[in-house]
T-cell receptor, first 111, second 112 residues
Framework: EDKVVQSPLSLVVHEGDTVTLNCSYE??????LLWYKQEKKAPTFLFML????IEKKSGRLSSILDKKELFSILNITATQTGDSAIYLC???????????FGKGTLLTVNP | DAGVIQSPRHEVTEMGQEVTLRCKPI?????LFWYRQTMMRGLELLIY????????DSGMPEDRFSAKMPNASFSTLKIQPSEPRDSAVYFC??????????FGDGTRLSIL
């Protein structure tokens, strides 16, 4: 059974801080790892990672995958209050694009 | 482009009643997924379809839950009879090959 573990479960920081969110996984037949941001409604897509060592970047957010050590990190620099959300990590285990999600990291950015 | 559309947004009903949740996937997407999200268990996959055919329903908690996809643009998730422990947010998502899943805004279900 595929498994995804995220850490920390929650994190409180001040605006301007840099945060690193962690995601480790066990999967039978890895195809991709995805990061989502969830505020009050639907999870919204951030990144899809398929290759080790290649950083994906969007503004202040970036992510990288290590397929040897089976983990990924999501970095957010110069955090803002609008970054407050649950960040979800998911893996596609190569079976019909079915995703297994971690429990998420609740990030709170205080002004 | 319209995203995944779910209805209703909120549903409050009494224990024992039938509940029907609806989902319209993004046009052209051939995979549709139903999830349930709770504080305790996070986001759990209930069932998913490919080209309107159910592929894996191993996440459906009990026989009280059923799902259908009569055509490429519509799916339902039904709970009959409903119980208080079914209270959760139910999400529908859709995708196509090698693309990320896109989620609807969810249905917040409360069973009294």
């Amino acid at each position: 059974e595929d498994k995804v573990v995220q850490s920390p479960l929650s994190l409180v920081v001040h605006e301007g801080d840099t945060v690193t969110l962690n995601c480790s996984y066990e999967v039978t037949n890895f195809r991709s790892l995805l990061w989502y941001k969830q505020e009050k409604k639907a999870p919204t897509f951030l990144f899809m990672l398929t290759s080790s060592g290649i950083e994906k970047k969007s503004g202040r957010l970036s992510s990288i995958l290590d397929k040897k050590e089976l983990f990924s990190i999501l970095n957010i620099t110069a955090t803002q209050t609008g970054d407050s959300a649950i960040y979800l990590c998911a893996v596609d285990g190569g079976s019909n694009y079915k995703l297994t999600f971690g429990k998420g990291t609740l990030l709170t950015v205080n002004p | 482009d319209a995203g995944v559309i779910q209805s209703p947004r909120h549903e409050v009903t009494e224990m024992g009643q039938e509940v029907t949740l609806r989902c319209k996937p993004i046009s052209g997407h051939d995979y549709l997924f139903w999830y349930r999200q709770t504080m305790m268990r996070g986001l759990e996959l209930l069932i998913y379809f490919n080209n309107n055919v159910p592929i894996d329903d191993s996440g459906m908690p009990e026989d009280r839950f059923s799902a259908k996809m009569p055509n490429a643009s519509f799916s339902t998730l039904k709970i009959q009879p409903s119980e208080p422990r079914d209270s959760a947010v139910y999400f529908c998502a859709s995708t196509m090959s090698n693309q990320p899943q896109h989620f609807g805004d969810g249905t917040r279900l409360s069973i009294l």
